[in-house]
């Protein structure tokens, strides 16, 4: 069984950082690329970032273009966000994700209907 699960969530001042990772399990993803999504209250479920199978590209909301960074370890079957400067627009679940087919080539998914396996989502709250 797949299992994609999150952590690293919580409570962090405007200005702050955390770092939120996602474990997979019953699946090497190494071959896939992964992905975060944020979805607030009221709101749609939103891109946030995706990195590439062989991590040589990445691609970031322009909500959070030079405050957030992914990343994967390949040995560990995890990837990460790491989040800086965080703002409390920022607050939401926050949630990985996989698709199900190979993304060879130089697109990347940033749409919620291009991936099929999702964790069950950490509470990132950010206070002013």
């Known amino acids: 069984q797949v299992q994609l699960v999150e952590s690293g969530g919580g409570l962090v001042q405007a200005g702050g950082s955390r770092r939120l990772s996602c474990a997979a399990s019953g699946r090497t993803f190494s071959s896939f690329p992964m992905g975060w999504f944020r979805q607030a209250p009221g709101k749609e479920r939103e891109f946030v970032a995706t990195?590439?199978?062989?991590?040589?590209?990445?691609e970031y909301a322009d909500s959070v273009k030079g405050r957030f960074t992914i990343s994967r370890d390949y040995a560990k079957n995890t990837v990460s966000l790491q989040m800086n400067s965080l703002k409390p627009e920022d607050t939401a679940v926050y949630f990985c994700a996989a698709p199900s087919q190979y993304y060879p080539g130089p697109y990347l998914p940033r749409h919620v209907h291009e991936y099929y396996y999702w964790g069950q989502g950490t509470q990132v709250t950010v206070s002013s």
């Open positions: 990195i590439s199978w062989n991590s040589d590209s990445i």
